[in-house]
């Protein structure tokens, strides 16, 4: 396959160049494990703690790694035959690891396990390679549309009353900017690929459309893709969205509802906890990314898969970790405690959930959500050079002919599909 042997190269060159350091001494019962920067930490920690506690003759040694050296540190410790016991890893990348043979395979020390029947759909899918499981959830995020529920009142808008269309959404937005000062009605992030397909990516799908390519390796099918860029361009010429966001990589990405001057804005699940506390006082709602047509609604599932890398000496420990993070109790103590989306589904009913209303209008954006499968997300989706954010970028910034842009875009995507 083709795909796999380009893979595979770029393991080996990316290896070349790669340095790979640990900062915490280690014992040698302990596992190693890497988890991208970036991600859930908190989460993260916690089920590590949670996992030492349980186990003081096989804990684990954390290490985050910069999310965009992971793959050049992975190379690395695969061309030197030193890698990770285990590994956390982006979720949409699990089938370009799949495809290059970089990932042990799991599905006989899992056959009998029940768990996996009610554990995140989308994660199980980019965890599956040509009908073989690679990993299972470490967490799961999903976005939606956050409300502030005070501007909501200023503006003379029903704070208990969210947008359901992407008309509503426009609706909303003008009256919010209304207000003046630095306070905005929504927010789109201007150059940060993976941002945007989280937040707009689901705009997209609520209003039928499709993004990656689809089973006739046609990517960006539908009129919702243009009716979506249209509606982002002209809420960005109404003055809707702070210039600055123009800049927004990703850095601050997760601070922006928090600071209390948007009105709505497209994000995710673990800005419950971090918007209450930067702005203890802000009340907010949560409701789904809608479409074009009223009531319509679709969601990104995202989050990180646990794997194993090829070579790894601890196949059987690292599959115990995989076991213990989906059994109940971890499932509850830890993840729900915590206020994080369970990743399986019937765990949801819970003390804390109960408790949190927010949680629970959160999760079900579960019931909608997506996750891409494509060998070259990266390529397509997630590079900041490109096809699908150089689109977003024109769309947003430039007069250019809507049809001409998606035109160009469909053309790189269906060129970078071609070397799978």
Same mark, same amino acid.
């Given at each position: 396959?083709?795909?796999?042997?380009?893979?595979?190269?770029?393991?080996?060159?990316?290896?070349?160049?790669?340095?790979?350091?640990?900062?915490?001494?280690?014992?040698?019962?302990?596992?190693?494990?890497?988890?991208?920067?970036?991600?859930?930490?908190?989460?993260?920690?916690?089920?590590?703690?949670?996992?030492?506690? %349980?186990?003081?003759?096989?804990?684990?040694?954390?290490?985050? =790694?910069? !999310?965009?050296?992971?793959?050049? *540190?992975?190379?690395?410790?695969?061309?030197?035959?030193?890698?990770?016991?285990?590994?956390? $890893?982006?979720?949409?990348?699990?089938?370009?690891?799949?495809?290059?043979?970089?990932?042990? /395979?799991?599905?006989?020390?899992?056959?009998? /396990?029940?768990?996996?029947?009610?554990?995140?759909?989308? !994660?199980?899918?980019?965890?599956?390679?040509?009908?073989?499981?690679?990993?299972?959830?470490?967490?799961?995020?999903? &976005?939606?549309?956050?409300?502030? *529920?005070?501007?909501?009142?200023?503006?003379?808008?029903?704070?208990? %009353?969210?947008?359901?269309?992407?008309?509503?959404?426009?609706?909303?937005?003008?009256?919010?900017?209304?207000?003046?000062?630095?306070?905005? #009605?929504?927010?789109?992030?201007?150059?940060?690929?993976?941002?945007?397909?989280?937040?707009?990516?689901?705009?997209?799908?609520?209003?039928?459309?499709?993004?990656? +390519?689809?089973?006739?390796?046609?990517?960006?099918?539908?009129?919702?893709? *243009?009716?979506?860029?249209?509606?982002?361009?002209?809420?960005?010429?109404?003055?809707?969205? !702070?210039?600055?966001?123009?800049?927004?990589?990703?850095?601050?990405? !997760?601070?922006?509802? #928090?600071?209390?001057?948007? #009105?709505?804005?497209?994000?995710?699940?673990?800005?419950?906890? $971090?918007?209450?506390?930067?702005? +203890?006082?802000?009340?907010?709602?949560?409701?789904?990314?809608?479409?074009?047509?009223?009531? &319509?609604?679709?969601?990104? =599932?995202?989050?990180?898969?646990?794997?194993?890398?090829?070579? &790894?000496?601890?196949?059987?420990?690292?599959?115990?970790?995989?076991?213990? =993070?989906?059994?109940?109790?971890?499932?509850?103590?830890?993840?729900?405690? $915590?206020?994080?989306?369970?990743?399986?589904?019937?765990?949801?009913?819970?003390?804390?959930?109960?408790?949190?209303?927010?949680?629970?209008?959160?999760? %079900?954006?579960?019931?909608?959500?997506?996750? +891409?499968?494509?060998?070259?997300?990266?390529?397509? =989706?997630? &590079?900041?050079?490109?096809?699908?954010?150089?689109?977003?970028?024109?769309?947003?910034?430039?007069?250019?002919?809507?049809?001409?842009?998606?035109?160009?875009? *469909?053309?790189?995507?269906?060129?970078?599909?071609?070397?799978?």
């Amino acid at each position: 396959m083709r795909f796999q042997a380009r893979a595979r190269a770029l393991f080996l060159s990316l290896a070349a160049s790669a340095a790979l350091a640990l900062s915490t001494p280690v014992s040698a019962d302990d596992l190693i494990m890497w988890e991208r920067s970036g991600g859930n930490a908190g989460m993260v920690d916690r089920l590590i703690e949670m996992w030492n506690e %349980k186990n003081p003759d096989r804990k684990i040694q954390l290490t985050y =790694i910069p !999310h965009a050296e992971m793959v050049a *540190k992975l190379a690395q410790a695969i061309a030197s035959g030193d890698v990770p016991d285990l590994m956390g $890893l982006d979720l949409i990348y699990g089938p370009q690891f799949e495809a290059a043979g970089q990932l042990v /395979d799991i599905t006989d020390y899992f056959k009998d /396990d029940p768990t996996l029947k009610t554990a995140s759909p989308g !994660h199980m899918t980019v965890a599956t390679y040509d009908g073989r499981l690679y990993g299972v959830p470490l967490y799961a995020d999903v &976005s939606a549309l956050f409300y502030n *529920k005070d501007l909501f009142e200023q503006a003379g808008l029903d704070p208990n %009353k969210p947008p359901t269309s992407l008309a509503e959404i426009r609706e909303y937005a003008d009256k919010i900017t209304a207000l003046g000062g630095d306070v905005k #009605g929504y927010f789109l992030p201007g150059s940060c690929a993976g941002c945007n397909i989280f937040t707009v990516g689901p705009l997209m799908w609520a209003s039928g459309a499709t993004i990656e +390519p689809n089973a006739d390796g046609e990517p960006l099918v539908g009129d919702g893709v *243009k009716q979506v860029l249209q509606w982002a361009r002209d809420m960005i010429a109404a003055g809707n969205v !702070h210039d600055d966001a123009r800049a927004e990589n990703g850095e601050t990405f !997760h601070l922006r509802f #928090g600071s209390g001057k948007l #009105g709505m804005m497209g994000t995710g699940n673990f800005n419950i906890t $971090l918007a209450r506390e930067q702005n +203890p006082d802000m009340e907010f709602g949560i409701a789904l990314l809608p479409g074009v047509e009223l009531g &319509s609604a679709a969601s990104f =599932i995202g989050g990180d898969l646990v794997t194993i890398p090829k070579g &790894s000496k601890r196949v059987e420990d690292a599959v115990d970790f995989m076991k213990f =993070i989906l059994s109940d109790e971890v499932q509850v103590e830890g993840y729900a405690k $915590l206020l994080n989306l369970t990743t399986r589904s019937d765990m949801t009913d819970n003390e804390y959930f109960n408790a949190e209303p927010l949680v629970q209008d959160v999760a %079900k954006a579960l019931s909608v959500g997506r996750t +891409p499968y494509t060998l070259t997300f990266f390529e397509q =989706i997630n &590079s900041p050079q490109g096809p699908w954010l150089q689109m977003l970028q024109r769309a947003y910034y430039t007069d250019d002919d809507l049809d001409e842009i998606i035109a160009d875009a *469909k053309d790189q995507m269906k060129a970078i599909a071609a070397q799978e």
